[in-house]
Structure formats: structure tokens, C-alpha cells
């Protein structure tokens, strides 16, 4: 993190099939719909937990698929943060400043209620447009694409341009 720090790195996080899976579990229930929401929420929340961005505070990370379950789970941390600290966890870890490093690609299902329940953890300058590409089909991307910018309009009707692309270009500008 050190050296990624250094050069001021943003880092694109994205979960991949574990290698373990047990098959009956997922020949109903694809790993996409919930495993691999939960793989990204547990690494950032590591990463939170060893309050690595306030360590290296250069970094910028993308979070993948809307937040993953991290609308759920910070709130739920933050909570915990008086009884975890009186027995020895997380002493020291700031929550808060620890997301202002984090960026958040809406990948996947941005529906309104995603979009809102993410804004409880972030800002809009803090989201960016992504795909997913290759895994998703073009026409699907399309599809999406349009859902988005609908969704978009109806949240964050100021922030359309800058979710879609501004975000990003400012995100990646040395």
C-alpha cells in the first residue's frame, strides 16, 4: 500500500469466483447475486477495519456494483464502533474519513433504491458509470445505460454528466 500510496494510485477493486464454491449452493442462486456483493463488502470493510486509506490517504479506491451490501454494513459498523472499541477492535479506525477515499461504480442493478441507499455512505462525486463489460451483453448494456440515466435524473437531476462521466475524469487526472 506503501509504494500505491506513493504514486497516488486508484485502485479498481472487482470480486472473482472464490475458489472454493460449493456447487449446490450455487446451481440455483448465481455467485453474481450474492457472493460476490459480499466478497467486495468484506474486503473494503477490511480495509476500513485497518483504516487503510487514512494510513495512506493518496489512495482511491473503486468499489464495484453500486456499494456492494456497504449501505448496509457501515451503518451497522458505525453502531458498533463503542462496544467493538471497549473490547479492543477497531480502536483508532475513523469511518468516515476512511469512505471519503472510496468511489462507487454503478455496475450492475442501480435502481433508485440502490442509488439513494449508497448517497447515505457517499456523495454524487463519488459515483461513477460503469458496465461490468464483457461479462454483461451490449443490448444489456444499452438497456442499462438508459435505466441509468432515467434513475440518475430522477436522484441526482444536477449530476447527471458528472456520475456518467466527470467523475471519472476527474478521478483519473494526474
Do not use: W
Request: with cysteine.
Amino acid at each position: 500500500m506503501k509504494v500505491l500510496n506513493e504514486r497516488g494510485a486508484v485502485i479498481i477493486s472487482h470480486p472473482h469466483k472464490p475458489s472454493a464454491v460449493n456447487k449446490e449452493l450455487t446451481s440455483v442462486v448465481p455467485l453474481a447475486s450474492y457472493e460476490y456483493l459480499a466478497e467486495t463488502s468484506r474486503a473494503v470493510l477490511n480495509m476500513v477495519g485497518h483504516n487503510i486509506t487514512v494510513r495512506f490517504p493518496k489512495l482511491k479506491i473503486v468499489v464495484p456494483h453500486c456499494g456492494s451490501f456497504l449501505p448496509l454494513a457501515v451503518p451497522r459498523m458505525q453502531s458498533l464502533m463503542p462496544v467493538m472499541n471497549n473490547v479492543g477492535y477497531l480502536k483508532g479506525v475513523d469511518i468516515a474519513k476512511n469512505l471519503e477515499a472510496f468511489y462507487y461504480d454503478l455496475a450492475g442493478a442501480a435502481t433508485p433504491e440502490t442509488i439513494r441507499e449508497l448517497l447515505t455512505i457517499t456523495t454524487p462525486d463519488h459515483l461513477l458509470y460503469g458496465t461490468d463489460y464483457p461479462y454483461v451483453a451490449e443490448p444489456v448494456l444499452i438497456k442499462n445505460l438508459s435505466i441509468l440515466k432515467k434513475n440518475l435524473q430522477e436522484i441526482v437531476s444536477q449530476n447527471v454528466e458528472q456520475v456518467l462521466y466527470k467523475n471519472a475524469q476527474n478521478l483519473f487526472e494526474k
